[in-house]
C-alpha cells in the first residue's frame, strides 16, 4: 500500500542521484577548499551548491518541512530536532575525501517524523551505489536486501572507525588508545575510510561488524541509521545506552553482543552536543 511519506521518500532518491551527478564531475576538478572546526573539518563550493540544491527542491515540494543540514549549521542554524517532518542532511559525506579524489564520497539523506527516522537514502556517489532504508520495509543497496554480521566475538570482528576533527594532543592520545584497546582485544583489523556515512552503510551491508566514532554529526547518522536497523543492527550510544542523535557519538553492530564489547572498551572523547551549538 501507499505510505504517508512515499512521496518523500521518491522525491529523495531523485535528488541523492542528481547530487551524486553533480559531485561525480566536480570530483576531478579544481576545488575551492575552506576550513571549518579545525584545519581537518573542510568544506568546498560544491558542499554548498549540493546542500543548497537539495534543500530549495524539498522546499518547493514540502514547504512545512523542517531542515537541519551540514552547512547550514556551519553558517550558525539551529540544528535542533522537533515533532515536525524534518529533512537531515549532508551534502558531501567525506570532503576531506572529496578534496582529495579518493573515492569515497556520499549524500547523506535522513528523514523524521515525531523525532523518529521514518527513512534514509544514501547515495555512495563514486561507485554509484544507493543504500535506502525505510522504517519496518527493509534496508537495500541498489534493490539487493542488506543483513548486518551475526558476529558477536570481538577476536573475530573487523571494527571501523572515523577520526574525527579534533586533532589536539589528547584527543589524539584518547582517540589511538580505544584504537589500542580494539586490538588488544584481537580485533581482525580497525578500518578509517574517510566516511562516517559510507562506513555505517558496509557496517549495514555485513562488510564489517561494528563502528564506532565520537565526533561526527546527526547528517552523519540519521540516514544510516534506519539503514542499519532495518538491515538487523544495533546502534547505541558509546555509553552502551540508547542512542541520541545529538551527542556527537555513536557504536553500531551487526548484534547487541558486539555493541556492547566495543562501548565497554572505549573511552569518551567529549566533543559536544549538535543541539547546543
Ligand atoms: C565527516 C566525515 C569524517 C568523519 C567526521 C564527519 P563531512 O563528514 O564523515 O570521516 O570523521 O566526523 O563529520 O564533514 O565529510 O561531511
Same mark, same amino acid.
Given at each position: 500500500g501507499v505510505g504517508p511519506w512515499d512521496e518523500c521518500f521518491e522525491v529523495a532518491v531523485q535528488l541523492a542521484l542528481r547530487a551524486g551527478q553533480i559531485i561525480r564531475k566536480a570530483l576531478t576538478e579544481e576545488k575551492r577548499v575552506s576550513t571549518k572546526t579545525s584545519a581537518a573539518d573542510l568544506v568546498t563550493e560544491t558542499d554548498h551548491r549540493v546542500e543548497d540544491l537539495i534543500i530549495s527542491e524539498l522546499r518547493k515540494r514540502f514547504p512545512s518541512h523542517?531542515?537541519?543540514? =551540514? =552547512? #547550514?549549521? #556551519?553558517?550558525?542554524?539551529? *540544528?535542533?530536532?522537533?515533532?515536525?517532518p524534518t529533512w537531515i542532511i549532508d551534502p558531501i559525506d567525506g570532503t576531506c575525501n572529496f578534496v582529495h579524489r579518493f573515492p569515497t564520497v556520499a549524500v547523506s539523506i535522513g528523514f523524521a517524523v515525531h523525532q523518529e527516522l521514518e527513512f534514509g537514502v544514501i547515495h555512495h556517489c563514486t561507485e554509484e551505489r544507493l543504500y535506502t532504508g525505510r522504517r519496518g520495509q527493509g534496508a537495500f543497496c541498489n534493490g539487493q536486501r542488506l543483513q548486518v554480521s551475526r558476529e558477536t566475538d570481538l577476536s573475530k570482528a573487523l571494527v571501523l572507525t572515523e577520526i574525527g576533527p579534533k586533532r589536539d594532543p589528547d584527543t589524539l592520545k584518547v582517540f589511538l588508545s580505544n584504537m589500542e584497546r580494539l586490538l588488544h582485544a584481537k580485533a581482525h583489523g580497525v578500518r578509517v575510510i574517510g566516511s562516517s556515512t559510507l562506513a555505517l552503510c558496509y557496517l549495514a551491508s555485513g562488510a564489517a561488524d561494528a563502528y564506532y566514532q565520537f565526533g561526527l554529526h546527526c547528517w552523519d547518522l540519521a540516514a544510516a541509521t534506519v539503514i542499519i536497523r532495518e538491515a538487523g543492527g544495533i546502534v547505541i550510544d558509546t555509553s552502551g545506552g540508547p542512542l541520541d542523535l545529538m551527542s *556527537?557519538?555513536?557504536? #553500531? @553492530?551487526?548484534?547487541? =553482543?558486539?555493541?556492547?564489547?566495543? @562501548? /565497554?572498551?572505549? /573511552?569518551?572523547?567529549?566533543y559536544g552536543r549538535d543541539d547546543d551549538k
Open positions: 523542517r531542515f537541519i543540514a =551540514e =552547512e #547550514a549549521t #556551519a553558517s550558525g542554524a539551529k *540544528c535542533v530536532l522537533t515533532h515536525s *556527537c557519538r555513536v557504536v #553500531a @553492530a551487526g548484534t547487541r =553482543e558486539m555493541a556492547a564489547l566495543i @562501548a /565497554q572498551a572505549l /573511552q569518551t572523547i567529549n
